[in-house]
């Protein structure tokens, strides 16, 4: 399989029509290739289906970035056709990430009997991505339908054809810039207001990883690895906020008081850590990490 990278190549003057196509196809075609893997092999490698989501979701986000470049119906076909198939992952996923750590403490009662409860619940997650795989890659309609979206990229009703890419990068960002900067000033010890900040990072961060062959270095050297790191903060909260979903439900259908009292530590350790590190993030997202940002970012918020 091709070695995929989060990075486009391109430069300030190209066409923006040029780029959109080699961003499009760099984002669509690891999701078919993880897809293909995680439904054929999916126990040799848990990191297939965990690829099929990154790659699902940075491929909306390259298709939200260039829709005005896209015919709608085409778009939309393949954009619920993304989400269906990172829909389709999502449990397989949970169930092993929740397993690595059963297996981990196996030793214990209560967590070897509910591994193998897991083990037998991740066989049935398998089976969406089996239909989605089926339904879109066995036959041949997904790789089809992208390749006539790719045909069909061009500038619809805005801009000039001959743009640069700069140009029509800078107006791109820009919003996505204003968005996250907004998100960061509110109240951050609200569970709701700090994951809408964690979106609004990634968003900014899937738009530097399409836009940044149209600024400077500055952005991918110094504003990327920063926004990287809020990410990364920001996505253990959310882990941790999601781990106390899953075992809440795996305790609702427990009948094993052995078992029950097992999840029931996990979900306490799962709230202090979900505590201690929402406090960690309001002490490092401060006045400097934040200026730090603004000055990666000055040239495409000034527009100089």
């Known amino acids: 399989m091709a070695k995929y990278t989060k990075w486009i190549d391109a430069s300030p003057d190209e066409m923006i029509s040029e780029v959109a196509v080699r ?3 760099s984002r669509i075609e690891p999701v078919r290739d993880y897809l293909v893997l995680a439904a054929e092999e999916s126990g040799k ?11 699902s979701r940075r491929a909306v986000a390259a298709i939200n970035i260039y829709r005005n470049l896209l015919p709608k119906r085409r778009r939309r ?3 619920d056709q993304l989400n269906g198939i990172r829909r389709a992952s999502n449990d397989a996923r949970d169930d092993d990430v929740f397993a690595e750590r059963l297996a981990a403490d196996k030793d214990n009662p209560g967590a070897a009997r509910l591994l193998k409860k897991v083990q037998s619940h991740r066989q049935q997650s398998q089976e969406p991505i ?12 997904f790789e089809r339908r992208a390749e006539k979206l790719l045909e069909r990229v061009r500038l619809r009703g805005v801009g000039n054809p001959k743009d640069k890419f700069c140009e029509w990068a800078v107006e791109r960002i820009r919003p996505q810039l204003r968005k996250f900067f907004a998100a960061g000033e509110d109240d951050l010890t609200s569970a709701t207001a700090l994951h809408q900040f964690r979106i609004r990072g990634k968003k900014l961060r899937y738009a530097v990883e399409l836009l940044a062959g149209a600024f400077t270095d500055e952005i991918r050297e110094v504003g990327h690895p920063l926004i990287r790191n809020l990410q990364d903060r920001l996505g253990e909260i959310n882990d941790h906020a999601t781990a106390r979903v899953r075992l809440k439900s795996w305790m609702d259908h427990s009948d094993d008081k052995e078992e029950a009292a097992y999840l029931q530590e996990m979900l306490d350790d799962e709230q202090r850590q979900l505590d201690d590190q929402r406090g960690e993030f309001l002490s490092w997202w401060n006045g400097k990490r934040e200026k730090d940002l603004r000055k990666a970012f000055a040239s495409v918020i000034s527009g100089k």
């Open 23 to 25: 961003s499009l196809r």
């Open 130 to 141: 089996a239909e989605v795989y089926g339904q879109l890659v066995e036959t041949g309609i």
């Open 77 to 79: 076909w393949m954009k």
């Open 45 to 55: 490698d848990l990191e297939y289906v965990h690829q099929v989501r990154v790659w």
